[in-house]
């Protein structure tokens, strides 16, 4: 397929280095099941499903075609004091896969959303329950939540928040999980756990009672899989009680299977009271997100007003948009009947083993997986992710795309893989990688 334009100038790309992309860019004309085709013709396997949002592979006729059907029955609904079904529909069948208690679902229409959502509803949660007076709020070293000025607030990468001062007060972080001695452990290490008392020492300092909410991704994802010591979410949720805290996990990345379960709070056994999701919602092909509360957090804040007054001020123009909702059902119902949150799981052991195989490589600073999500972390050489862009640019050019994040390569196969997917994926690193 032909890639034709007079000029790439007037595009100002998210997340990009404009200028560099542009003189020599990579444009994807084509996707379909595991794999991408460049302007040029090139195959490259997508060994990030995306950015994190393709688990059923790309090009899935059964989404396309319901996305076609609602455009045509009905393109649009006003999402304020009107409805539609397939909002319902699709809240029903999230709420029927998240852990108990957590019944209420809210749509937004991405992961950046989802985490403004959250802050407002724990706000909106205290003030219900006359505690007002609980405006500070808690997330992470590492942290990535997104770049709406919520999510800004809440971020613990540099990049993300240095240019950016003037966000939300009353934010204190805790220490990031990566430890040097748990490098190269597949799955969940086992040292680590008391980085968790991190809140205690929060608590002791501000006063847990002046806290609103902790937000963490139970998988660090974007800044390179820095997955749970064994304990540390347990640990979070019994310190949260302890101050009538709400705990926010953002599984925007880890939601829907990633981890081989539906959610990571399943994976983990610990049950938040709030939870964030986008991305495989809808197998990326609409954008979507959803915000998921308890029972308590919703009746609390519904029951606050009278009962012909709209209880929570805050929605989206394009909330529940009816061809997010139609791609979202046909996207759950595939994970649903083709069992592939069990699928992700099974293929989870090949996965980490596969990526493990790469541990001799020189250039490797370590290596962090759990279900079928995964980093290779390279040494840094020069500026701190220079070797990093470098490398997957040169990577797409040897046929794989897989997201940087400075020096860290993240990896998150489609569910729908099969294993010699994973050996091309784990050949072509160990190629591009065998140059450095
Ligand atoms: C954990 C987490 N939260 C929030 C977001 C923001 O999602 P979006 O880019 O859809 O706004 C992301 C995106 O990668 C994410 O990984």
């Known amino acids: 397929m032909e890639f034709t334009t007079n000029s790439l100038e007037q ?31 090139g195959t490259v396997l997508d060994g990030s499903s995306g950015l994190f949002c393709t688990p059923l592979g790309h090009g899935r006729p059964e989404i396309a075609n319901a996305v076609h059907q609602q455009l045509l029955t009905n393109d649009y609904t006003a999402p304020f004091q009107l409805g539609h079904p397939g909002s319902f529909e699709l809240a029903s069948k999230v709420a029927r896969i998240t852990p108990e ?34 405006n500070r709020f808690v997330s992470r070293e590492r942290a990535y939540h997104g770049v709406n000025m919520g ?3 809440l971020a613990g990468m540099v990049k993300n928040r240095e240019t950016f001062t003037n966000v939300m007060p009353n934010v204190v972080c ?3 999980t990566w430890m040097p001695e748990n490098a190269f452990i597949p799955g969940q290490p ?27 991704e139970p998988i660090a994802g974007s800044t390179g899989c820095l997955v ?12 949260c009680d302890q101050h009538g805290i709400l705990l926010v996990f953002d599984e925007v990345i880890t939601g829907f299977g990633r981890t081989g379960h539906a959610f990571a709070a399943d994976a983990f056994g610990v049950i938040p009271d709030i939870m964030t999701m986008a991305k495989a919602l809808t197998n990326g092909a609409q ?13 609390t804040i519904i029951n606050a007003s009278p009962d012909n007054a709209i209880e929570f001020f805050h929605g989206y123009t394009y909330s529940g948009h009816p061809a997010a909702c139609a791609a979202g059902i046909a996207a759950q119902d595939i994970f649903q009947r083709d069992d592939l949150f069990a699928r992700a799981g099974k293929l989870a052991g090949y996965f980490g083993e596969a990526v493990h195989s790469l541990k001799d490589l020189e250039c490797l600073k370590d290596i962090r997986s759990y279900g079928l999500m995964a980093a290779v972390e390279l040494k840094p050489k020069g500026a701190p992710g220079a070797l990093g862009t470098q490398m997957q640019k040169d990577l797409f050019w040897n046929g794989l795309h897989i997201k940087f994040t400075g020096d860290s390569g993240i990896i998150a196969p489609q569910f729908v893989a099969e294993e010699k997917h994973i050996d091309e994926l784990v050949d072509k690193l160990r190629k591009t990688f065998s140059k450095i």
């Open 287 to 299: 954008p979507m997100g959803a915000v998921c509360v308890r029972d308590e957090v919703y009746d």
């Open 151 to 153: 999510g800004v607030s």
């Open 228 to 239: 749970p010591p064994v304990g540390y979410l347990n640990r979070l949720r019994e310190i």
């Open 190 to 216: 086992t040292k680590g756990a008391e980085l968790a008392e991190d809140l205690v020492r929060i608590c002791e300092t501000y006063g847990g009672s002046t806290i609103a909410a902790v937000f963490v």
């Open 174 to 176: 805790m220490r990031h």
């Open 11 to 41: 595009h100002w790309m998210p997340f990009t280095a404009n200028r560099d992309f542009k003189a020599n860019p990579r444009i994807v004309v084509k996707s379909e099941g595991m794999y991408l085709v460049d302007h040029k013709g």
């Open 101 to 134: 208690p957590m019944n209420h679902v809210f749509f937004v229409n991405s992961g950046s959303e989802s985490i403004d959502t959250a802050l407002k509803m724990a706000m909106a949660y205290h003030r219900a329950k006359g505690d007002g007076h609980r």
